[in-house]
């Protein structure tokens, strides 16, 4: 099939509408994640965690944490390794669980599950009897402690959950404050006929491209969700940048009507840095791990679209003691126009009347 040939702003377009951030709002919280395909947790609260950031630039003024507190207990929401997913997709990720333990055979992991398997079975029946519970009320009767160069060193009550979660058994059933909730799978995810892994694999590319819009078929491997679709959608060329694209066919010819939103750092817009530099001329690095005097944008600065263009990141501080949202910079990239200088600073204002402070 002939490569579409994309000009780098309608290519820009494509990404943005697929991420429901143009005016035309989606209809409600599950109806966006379920396009987005997943919604990244982070406990960093800055302004507001990251996930509700998300939801609110692009519900608005009418969504509350409250919704989705609500859309997770009535389980529209399952949480998967830090990221809430809609409910019925978890059929796309069920073949793999049970197969975890044939496909980590003979690896550290797998050798370390198998000899620990009384330990799992302890945590188990503790669950079915009291479920669910924090980690902290689970026993750790491990007979080979788990070894690790990093913060998991010992850590195994934490680590046999990720081997439980990983073999389909358990699942994150709610949290108290930020502490996770566990308890067993049956009991959590909805009952529905897993999905043969090659055409689980299919779906889940076709799924990523409908929220991405534009991506490559292969890109690198990134930490918690990948940013590649394989041979999902079509073929595409974007003008002025290297290589073959993959596009999302139901955005082409779709008109943008832009509006200026206000970005998590933790957006999905954003998670592949390669592609957001190739398309938008966009740098922009999380900032809260550096020393203070290294960073260039702030804290925790929010990047700043408008229309199909990246302009700016916000640095912002949340005082909800003082009652306050403090904007101690505004970094533009470039000089902006009197209608986007205008528009961002409207945002800035719903931002704070969003989180009932006074803007200062």
Same mark, same amino acid.
């Given at each position: 099939m002939k490569a579409h040939v994309l000009s780098m702003l309608q290519a820009c377009a494509i990404a943005v509408r697929a991420q429901w951030l143009g005016a035309d709002r989606p209809p409600d919280l599950v109806s966006f994640v379920r396009r987005a395909t997943l919604l990244q947790l982070d406990p960093t609260s800055a302004i507001a965690p990251s996930a509700d950031l998300v939801l609110w630039s692009r519900l608005g003024a009418g969504y509350t944490p409250e919704d989705l507190r609500g859309a997770l207990e009535r389980r529209e929401l399952i949480e998967l390794d830090a @990221?809430? =997913?809609?409910?019925? *997709?978890?059929? /796309?990720?069920?073949?793999?669980?049970? %197969?975890?333990?044939?496909?980590?055979?003979?690896?550290?992991?797998?050798?370390?599950?198998?000899?620990?398997?009384?330990?799992?079975?302890?945590? @188990?029946? =503790?669950?079915?009897? *009291?479920?669910? /519970?924090?980690?902290?009320?689970?026993? %750790?009767?491990?007979?080979?402690?788990?070894?690790?160069?990093?913060?998991?060193?010992?850590?195994?009550?934490?680590?046999?959950?990720?081997?439980l979660v990983a073999q389909g058994l358990v699942a994150v059933a709610g949290r108290a404050g930020k502490e996770r909730l566990w308890d067993l799978a049956e009991r959590v995810y909805p009952a529905v006929p897993p999905v043969p892994l090659p055409e689980a694999a299919r779906r889940r590319d076709e799924r990523r491209l409908q929220s991405l819009g534009l991506a490559r078929a292969k890109a690198a491997k990134q930490p918690m969700e990948p940013v590649h679709v394989g041979e999902a959608g079509e073929p595409a060329e974007v003008e002025g940048v290297p290589g073959t694209w993959r596009v999302d066919p139901a955005q082409l010819g779709q008109e943008l009507e832009p509006?200026?939103?206000?970005?998590?750092?933790?957006?999905?817009?954003?998670?592949?840095?390669?592609?957001?530099?190739?398309?938008?001329?966009?740098?922009y690095v999380l900032e809260m791990y550096k020393p203070a005097a290294s960073r260039r944008w702030g804290y925790y600065a929010l990047p700043v679209l408008a229309g199909d263009r990246l302009v700016g990141k916000l640095d912002?501080?949340?005082?909800?003691?003082?009652?306050?949202?403090?904007?101690?910079?505004?970094?533009?990239?470039?000089?902006?126009?009197r209608k986007v200088r205008s528009a961002v600073e409207d945002e800035i204002d719903a931002l704070a009347a969003w989180l009932a402070l006074e803007r200062r």
């Open positions: @990221l809430l =997913r809609p409910a019925e *997709d978890i059929a /796309l990720y069920t073949a793999g669980m049970a %197969d975890w333990s044939a496909r980590h055979a003979g690896t550290g992991i797998g050798q370390w599950a198998e000899a620990n398997e009384a330990f799992a079975a302890d945590v @188990l029946a =503790r669950l079915r009897t *009291d479920g669910p /519970l924090p980690s902290r009320d689970l026993p %750790d009767t491990c007979v080979v402690p788990w070894r690790s160069t990093g913060w998991t060193n010992n850590r195994n009550v934490t680590q046999i959950l990720e081997v509006r200026v939103a206000l970005l998590s750092p933790f957006d999905r817009l954003l998670h592949d840095r390669k592609r957001l530099q190739e398309l938008f001329g966009f740098e912002a501080t949340a005082d909800r003691k003082a009652g306050t949202l403090a904007i101690n910079a505004l970094h533009w990239d470039g000089e902006p126009t």
